[in-house]
């Protein structure tokens, strides 16, 4: 899954699971369960995802719903090996978008 949002600072926690296609109190779950995922809080105690936090949540979304990892085991996973899942991450969502972009051209053809 590639998440698709506008480019900005801070993303609400409504976009953000709308983004997601998931329930806000999963996005919610999430940032208890993963100290990765850090949003900064208005005076309202509103959340205010950052660029980071949507990209640790689509790594955690990818391990945990794309690839059936347990919560604890994409907990050890994130810890034990961030910086190469990461990358390994980053490289399988360039390759996704390079693919869609391909299909289209191949489509107007």
Do not use: C
Request: hydrophobic share 35%; aromatic share 10%.
């Amino acid at each position: 899954m590639h998440i698709e949002l506008p480019e900005k600072r801070y993303y609400g926690i409504g976009e953000v699971a709308k983004a997601f296609n998931v329930n806000t109190s999963l996005i919610r779950f999430w940032e208890k369960e993963f100290d990765v995922i850090k949003p900064k809080k208005n005076a309202k105690g509103n959340r205010k995802f950052t660029p980071e936090d949507i990209k640790n949540l689509e790594l955690i979304y990818h391990l945990v719903k794309e690839r059936g990892f347990t919560l604890e085991g994409a907990k050890i996973h994130l810890k034990e090996g961030k910086n190469k899942t990461l990358s390994t991450f980053d490289i399988i969502r360039k390759l996704e978008t390079i693919k869609a972009e391909l299909v289209n051209l191949k489509n107007q053809l």
